[in-house]
């Protein structure tokens, strides 16, 4: 059974970092390129960052400069980096697990974690 296990979402000001954290298990995370997505209330769900399993990051636009995405083959965790929070930042995060870089452009996602809500509020 594959499960991705996402933590670390909160509510911040703005200007404050948060750090998410994506647990995987039942399957083999170091084939896997791994994903963060984000949908905000009333928006589709968009590509924030990805990392294919040689390393190779991806980030959208938007977050470039404020945002990480890291992984540890050895825990099988991939985490989020979160820096100079916007309100624009404010939506459900989520985890994915996709074959390849190429999956990920085609939105061909294999796995989906359940959601960690980001807010940030003054």
């Known amino acids: 059974q594959v499960q991705l296990v996402e933590s670390g979402g909160g509510s911040v000001q703005p200007g404050e970092s948060l750090r998410l954290s994506c647990a995987a298990s039942g399957i083999i995370f170091s084939f896997y390129t791994m994903a963060w997505y984000r949908q905000a209330p009333g928006k589709q769900r968009e590509l924030v960052a990805d990392?294919?399993?040689?390393?190779?990051?991806n980030y959208a636009d938007s977050v470039k400069g404020r945002f990480t995405i890291s992984r540890d083959n050895s825990k099988n965790t991939v985490y989020l980096q979160m820096n100079s929070l916007k309100p624009e930042d404010t939506a459900v995060y989520y985890c994915?697990?996709?074959?390849?870089?190429?999956?990920?452009?085609?939105?061909?996602?294999?796995?989906w974690g359940q959601g960690t809500q980001v807010t940030v509020s003054s």
């Open positions: 994915a697990a996709a074959a390849d870089s190429d999956k990920i452009r085609k939105n061909e996602i294999e796995y």
């Open positions: 990392m294919s399993n040689g390393g190779t990051a």
